[in-house]
């Protein structure tokens, strides 16, 4: 808390706001290119949220421990416990690695864009999402499960009739969860070149196009602003 730091701050602060020069935010090019990024960064996080979401349903089943013993009335096979195993190492696996990390090595296998960007937001969250709906599953009460078991239904009647009606709710709203927070990650994993407003944000730092990093700021906070107000109706659609 120096004068100094106090003088850098002020500057800093003028620069964002364009006092005695130029604004970005104010020009019409610099507007629309900085729109198709935000829309860029919207593709991203929905790609993210959809890979993730695909990989959840594939493997989240076999990931409830109620489902591994078999106290559900599907699964309890030997090869349902190592199965349980091995998919919660990767849920732990994947969740681990932060989403920086994840996008700074897929950088290396694609070429710079929001599709590398989309699959390290994916990866990190799929662990993550996995464990919560694995959680879902394992606290079903079990007297409704048992209830169709006794009335004849098999695994797959159980299964599509009893068990996932139980918890689709909780894995939508999970999802919503997620994708929320996917959006603000997205300028993260944009500095090692995974596009969207991250990256040109990192290159307007760079290049000290101080009112250029505000316009992107504002679209950022409209982008999440947004996805507020769509997760919060989705949310009362399914309640």
């Given at each position: 808390?120096s004068?100094?730091?106090?003088?850098?701050?002020?500057?800093?602060?003028?620069?964002?706001l364009?006092?005695?020069?130029?604004?970005a935010?104010?020009?019409?090019?610099?507007?629309?290119?900085?729109?198709?990024?935000?829309?860029?960064?919207?593709?991203?996080?929905?790609?993210?949220?959809?890979f993730?979401?695909?990989?959840?349903?594939?493997?989240?089943?076999?990931?409830?421990?109620?489902?591994?013993?078999?106290?559900?009335?599907?699964?309890?096979?030997?090869?349902?416990?190592?199965?349980?195993?091995?998919?919660?190492?990767?849920?732990?696996?994947?969740?681990?690695?932060?989403?920086?990390?994840?996008?700074?090595?897929?950088?290396?296998?694609?070429?710079?864009?929001?599709?590398?960007?989309?699959?390290?937001?994916?990866?990190?969250?799929?662990?993550?999402?996995?464990?919560?709906?694995?959680?879902?599953?394992?606290?079903?009460k079990?007297?409704?499960?048992?209830?169709?078991?006794?009335?004849?239904?098999n695994?797959?009647?159980?299964?599509?009739?009893?068990?996932?009606?139980?918890?689709?709710?909780?894995?939508?709203?999970?999802?919503?969860?997620?994708?929320?927070?996917?959006?603000?990650?997205?300028?993260?994993?944009?500095?090692?070149?995974?596009?969207?407003l991250?990256?040109?944000?990192?290159?307007?730092?760079?290049?000290?196009?101080?009112?250029?990093?505000?316009?992107?700021?504002?679209?950022?906070i409209?982008?999440?602003?947004?996805?507020?107000?769509?997760?919060?109706?989705?949310?009362?659609?399914?309640?």
């Amino acid at each position: 808390f120096s004068y100094e730091n106090y003088n850098y701050a002020k500057d800093f602060l003028k620069n964002l706001l364009g006092i005695n020069q130029s604004k970005a935010y104010l020009n019409i090019s610099y507007i629309k290119d900085a729109l198709l990024l935000t829309y860029d960064t919207l593709k991203m996080s929905i790609l993210a949220i959809g890979f993730a979401s695909i990989l959840v349903f594939i493997t989240v089943f076999p990931a409830a421990h109620n489902v591994a013993s078999g106290a559900l009335g599907i699964g309890g096979r030997w090869y349902n416990k190592l199965l349980f195993s091995v998919i919660r190492i990767f849920y732990i696996f994947s969740r681990a690695i932060p989403e920086l990390i994840w996008a700074m090595i897929i950088i290396f296998i694609f070429k710079p864009g929001i599709l590398p960007g989309a699959i390290a937001l994916a990866l990190h969250n799929f662990g993550i999402l996995g464990k919560l709906c694995a959680e879902s599953i394992e606290d079903l009460k079990l007297d409704p499960i048992k209830n169709l078991s006794t009335t004849g239904a098999n695994s797959i009647e159980q299964l599509f009739y009893g068990i996932i009606p139980s918890i689709m709710k909780k894995f939508i709203t999970y999802i919503i969860y997620r994708w929320e927070v996917i959006l603000r990650t997205t300028i993260v994993v944009g500095f090692v070149g995974a596009g969207g407003l991250g990256q040109e944000f990192k290159l307007s730092m760079s290049f000290f196009h101080y009112t250029k990093v505000t316009l992107l700021l504002l679209c950022y906070i409209v982008l999440v602003w947004l996805a507020d107000i769509i997760s919060d109706r989705i949310r009362e659609f399914i309640i």
